[in-house]
């Protein structure tokens, strides 16, 4: 089992920075590779990034990059979603997730999940 939980959510007014961070405990972290995903009122869950095992490889869903990132550090078995200018539109719950399958983009790549932190971009 891996135990996940997020933090960093919140109120941010639109073009200031965010950071969420995932803690994960349990099995071995370097075993899995890390993906964030945000689920919107009324709308599907969506990828937002995904991150290797190593971190050297990282995605960003086309709506995202260039203001977002994806990090981890392996030591602190903590992986990272850094927000850089929000847009009102980038509200929704954030959940990071923990998989060993192939595919970054799609949820059922991954074993693990958080229970989410609310991220609410204000304009």
């Known amino acids: 089992q891996v135990q996940l939980v997020e933090s960093g959510g919140g109120l941010v007014q639109a073009g200031n920075s965010l950071r969420l961070s995932c803690a994960a405990s349990g099995r071995r972290f370097t075993d899995y590779s890390m993906g964030w995903f945000r689920q919107a009122p009324g709308k599907e869950r969506e990828f937002v990034a995904g991150i290797s095992r190593s971190g050297v490889s990282t995605y960003l869903t086309d709506s995202v990059k260039g203001r977002f990132t994806s990090s981890r550090d392996n030591a602190r078995n903590t992986v990272y979603l850094q927000m850089n200018s929000p847009k009102p539109e980038d509200t929704a719950v954030y959940y990071c997730?923990?998989?060993?399958?192939?595919?970054?983009?799609?949820?059922?790549?991954?074993?693990?999940w958080g229970p989410g932190t609310q991220v609410t971009v204000s304009s």
């Open positions: 997730a923990a998989g060993r399958g192939q595919s970054f983009y799609t949820g059922s790549n991954y074993d693990y």
